[in-house]
């Protein structure tokens, strides 16, 4: 017999739509999905560059490159979605309905809130340091 969040058959929208979420899953991915992206964007990515580049007049004509800007917004984002597609893929090919709707309302909530990080990000600074 099957697990209740096991589904047999076709998988279409509607069936995804009416499957009940599962909070337990859903809450630690999604908190994870997104500090992925903010600590990429505010920890890794400027020690990788400051470890290529180093400091001086010449790492700071690198870093204001069109292209570097480009990695600095969406490589962080790229990552997340990439982690989020191959969870949703392997979670549809095994038909984990529930787990499946976890992934697909996080990545809803991450092209939602992605292009406002900053402001949110601000607001909770704001928050924490009073």
Known sequence: MKSQEEHSGRVDFDTIIHTPISYLHLIPRLVFTLLLPGLM?????????WSLFGSGS?????????????IYQFVPLLTALIFLLWRWLRNYRKRRLVKLKSYLIILFVLFAFYPFRHAILNYVI?????
Do not use: C, H, N
């Open 126 to 130: 704001s928050l924490i340091i009073g």
């Open 58 to 70: 010449t790492a700071s004509r690198i870093i204001e490159l069109p292209v570097s800007r480009l």
């Open 41 to 49: 964007m505010y920890l890794i990515l400027p020690v990788t560059f």
